[in-house]
């Protein structure tokens, strides 16, 4: 069969897709990136917010149109939107044009859904927190070139107010370190020169082992086994409670480890806070990024947060606007909190209405674009390593310095001719903007 994948949402979500395309290439399907010239097309779909639900369905209903005017034969829906709705008898009757519906737990019975041909509407939704983890023989069909993300644990334990992921993923299973360090020797001896760790909480690896196990360890051990290799090593998504002393050493220790931290903070009200479900205070946040800047100057900062919470007051809204100013984050996620009936949040009081929410997060968004252009300010006429991955147009290319992961955060213009893609330069930048930088070959 010909196949075509969409992936939506986040890295997890890309590795699920890899993860599917390499069982579907191994069973001799092959794979197009023309949705028109698919006989499957599969949509991997996200459902953690109602914008990303809204998203899915519209892009299934774009894809079922190739019916028509492609060669379809058979929509598949895998993902958290399928698992988020796997209980609402309106799921199949909404989405009459899907031939089958896989969980987040199905990833394995993706084979199966594609060459069956008994059943009319196919329904696997094994239990998220059984799922069996990434079986290394398994070959990965990667969707990005010169980074691939690694998931370091699947699901979690926490019990974030306005999260439907635990429900989603399961509860929290780290991954044993050796197949992360197997799966990334392969990756890198494939040609990729960043490794992406992944989760949704790296730093809470390892908290479902007996021992004591923190992700100091699987990062030291990581980092050991790419120490010969041009490569670099990020993780995103770290948690507050979890990001401890160790692990900021562990990345000062490796110069093959990004100086990058992603710490979703979600807000810096303590009220706020409380209400999330968050455990942690507004001293400990200070705390923290005052703990990484001593231990690590050349720390990058990236957080996100939630605004137009249930109860959030314009004070709790300056606490969180002045926090931001005061820590002066590198990068900055701004999402203006999505309610549903299926979340405990939902029956908080106080609801903040949406155009007071959507008039703070452009508040939000402008002070951070002032504190963005001043911070690359600082990087004119310094000369900084940049992993080169696009040439859109001749005379530039496009690449990401150490301070800028991919797909969420600026990029590096590079005014030169003649370089190759997945080689590792010195730029001097001479030029800056609210979100990117600019220079030329050292
Ligand atoms: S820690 Fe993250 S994934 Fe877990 S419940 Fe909270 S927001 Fe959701």
Do not use: W
């Amino acid at each position: 069969m010909i196949i075509f994948l969409e992936t939506l949402g986040c890295s997890r979500n890309q590795v699920d897709s890899e993860i599917m395309l390499g069982k579907l290439v191994a069973k001799g399907h092959t794979l197009t990136d023309d949705p028109s010239q698919a006989r499957v097309i599969i949509v991997n779909t996200c459902g953690f917010i109602s914008t990303a639900s809204d998203e899915a369905v519209d892009v299934i209903l774009e894809m079922a149109e190739f019916r028509e005017k492609g060669i379809l034969e058979k929509l598949i829906v895998t993902g958290c939107l399928a698992q988020r709705y796997k209980d609402d008898k309106d799921l199949i009757s909404t989405l009459p044009e899907v031939d089958a519906f896989l969980g987040t737990g199905a990833c394995d019975y993706i084979v199966d859904a594609v060459e069956n041909k008994e059943i009319k509407t196919l329904t696997i939704f094994p239990d998220p927190a059984k799922r069996p983890f990434q079986n290394l023989s398994d070959k990965r069909e990667l969707i990005t070139q010169n980074f691939a993300y690694i998931k370091v644990s699947e699901g979690c334990n926490r019990k974030c107010t306005y999260c439907i992921i635990p429900k989603l993923r399961g509860t929290q299973r780290s991954r044993p370190e050796d197949d992360i360090c197997r799966e990334a020797r392969r990756l890198v001896s494939k040609g990729v020169q960043e490794i992406i760790l992944t989760a949704e909480n790296t730093t809470d690896y390892g908290q479902d082992f007996k021992d004591d196990t923190g992700f100091e360890k699987v990062l030291n051990s990581l980092a050991l086994t790419l120490e010969n290799d041009p490569v670099r090593i990020r993780f995103l998504y770290t948690h507050p409670v979890t990001l401890t002393r160790d692990v900021i050493l562990a990345v000062k220790k490796h110069k093959t480890v990004c100086s990058y931290y992603d710490v979703p903070i979600q807000h810096a009200s303590p009220k706020i806070l409380k209400k999330m479900g968050r455990p942690y205070t507004n001293e400990d946040l200070y705390g923290l990024f005052k703990t990484i800047r001593e231990i690590d100057p050349d720390a990058a900062l990236r957080t996100t947060v939630i605004v137009g919470f249930p109860g959030e007051s314009e004070e709790d809204f300056d606490i969180l606007t002045n926090f931001i100013k005061d820590i002066r984050f590198d990068h900055l996620g701004v999402f203006i909190y999505s309610d549903s009936s299926d979340l405990k949040s939902h029956s908080l009081k106080d609801h903040v209405p949406s155009k007071i929410a959507e008039k703070r997060h452009d508040m939000i968004m402008a002070a951070q674009a002032e504190i963005s252009l001043a911070i690359n300010e600082n990087h004119v006429d310094k000369t900084l390593k940049v992993l080169v991955e696009e040439n859109p147009e001749p005379g530039v290319f496009v690449g990401r310095t150490m301070f800028q992961a991919p797909e969420v955060d600026g990029v590096t213009f590079i005014y030169a001719d003649g370089l190759e893609i997945g080689t590792f330069v010195n730029v001097r930048i001479t030029q800056c903007f609210e979100y990117d930088i600019a220079g030329v070959i050292a």
